[in-house]
């Protein structure tokens, strides 16, 4: 059974630019969630969807990232436009239930911003 | 919401010896979870534990929650290393529905 699938795994870009990050959950869970990892910061929450309804995004950083979840099977993070800060390893992350269950992490997207 | 604080932040182990990282909550607890990451990867699942005191092993590591539900320790016995990465703990609050990540314990093995 696949895990949780993230691509690209690298992403080189320009400062100004828009980059998006995508995301496909494990069949049959409900709950979504997209982290940041950087070494000075660790893993940090940035949104929590559940039955494809953000719930929290208390977490995102500023009006640059946006985060969308069309259908139970895909989400994105689009972050428009980027800056060298946002350098860091995204991951997304599932799970079945209401937030608090065991999630499934993802390899990761590891974004340089030049 | 809570806040999950995780010690120490590094630990240097000499193959073979035991060591013990610790993590804390400033409120009660509905459940630990454990997590590790290895260098480059992402995070992997261990464990869950949900009772007050309670003790579950993996082989050569021991993980205990605390009577009062607002600690965990995870304890390694005869360090290998296959035990390299990052130790995560993740709290879930008795009245909220997210999962509250530690900064996580680093370990390095030293042969």
């Known amino acids: 059974d696949a895990g949780v699938i993230q691509s690209p795994r690298h992403e080189v870009t320009e400062m100004g630019q828009e980059v998006t990050l995508r995301c496909k959950p494990i069949?049959?869970?409900?709950?979504l969630f997209w982290y940041r990892q950087t070494m000075m910061r660790g893993l940090e929450l940035l949104i929590y969807f559940n039955n494809n309804v953000p719930i929290d995004d208390s977490g995102m950083p500023e009006d640059r990232f946006s985060a969308k979840m069309p259908n139970a099977s895909f989400s994105t993070l689009k972050i428009q436009p980027s800056e060298p800060r946002d350098s860091a390893v995204y991951f997304c992350?599932?799970?079945f239930g209401g937030g608090g269950e065991t999630q499934y992490f993802g390899p990761g997207t590891r974004l340089l911003v030049l | 919401g809570q806040q999950v604080m995780q010690i120490p932040q590094y630990q240097h182990v000499q193959e073979g010896e035991d060591f013990t990282t610790y993590c804390n909550s400033s409120?009660?607890?509905?459940?630990i979870q454990w997590y590790k990451q290895r260098p480059g990867g992402h995070p992997v699942f261990l464990i869950q534990l949900v009772k007050s005191g309670e003790v579950k092993k993996q082989k050569r590591l021991t993980f205990q929650f605390g009577e009062a539900k607002k600690n965990s320790s995870l304890h390694i016995t005869a360090t290998q290393t296959t035990d390299v990465g990052t130790y995560f703990c993740?709290?879930?609050?008795?009245?909220?529905?997210?999962?509250?990540f530690g900064a996580g314990t680093t370990v390095t093995v030293r042969a």
């Open positions: 993740a709290g879930t609050g008795a009245n909220d529905y997210k999962l509250s």
């Open positions: 992350a599932s799970s």
């Open positions: 409120t009660t607890l509905s459940n």
């Open positions: 069949s049959g869970h409900n709950s």
